[in-house]
């Protein structure tokens, strides 16, 4: 099982250099409670920006598979569980368990063909910014949840298979 987490504003905008930008608590806290403790799959850059963020504490997740098509770079994290992923497609495309893709841009674009479901939180508004989401066929998908508030439409979309 292949899930993409991400939030996004009405541009698909998702993010701005290495960082996200919005500060939006209460998606912070809904992306938490969906991946503590799992399974992740994110690039090099989303990996280094939530070090930068998380400092001395670890990363608040199971393994971290962390892509980069630079074979020489090994990660040595002293706090989480890292897995280098040098070969994305072959990655994803054989990985059976359930599994997070947490970004950023470049790494949701590679998983969307493999998804199973789609996290998406539609954050209200338009920001400023350098990294997108790229187009979704929503005709792929059904909407199987929703929760509206006054900053994000936060949404579940499963694969019609
Ligand atoms: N809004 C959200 O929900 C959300 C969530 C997460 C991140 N973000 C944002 O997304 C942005 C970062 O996105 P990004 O696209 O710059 O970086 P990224 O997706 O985090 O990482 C990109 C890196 O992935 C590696 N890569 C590319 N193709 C690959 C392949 N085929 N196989 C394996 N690895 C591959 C490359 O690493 P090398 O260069 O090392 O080869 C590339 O630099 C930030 O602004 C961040 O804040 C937003």
Known sequence: MINLIWAMDKNQLVGDGDRIPWHIKEDLLYYKSKTNGKVVLMGDTTYYSLKSYYKTKPLPYGKIYVATIDKDL???????EVIMVYDLISFISNYKDELWVCGGATIYKLSLPYADRLYISFVKGEYKGDRYFPTIDFNKYNRTWENDTDKV????????K
């Open 74 to 80: 090994v990660i040595n994290d002293e706090l989480n």
């Open 153 to 160: 439409l936060y949404t579940v979309y499963e694969k019609v």
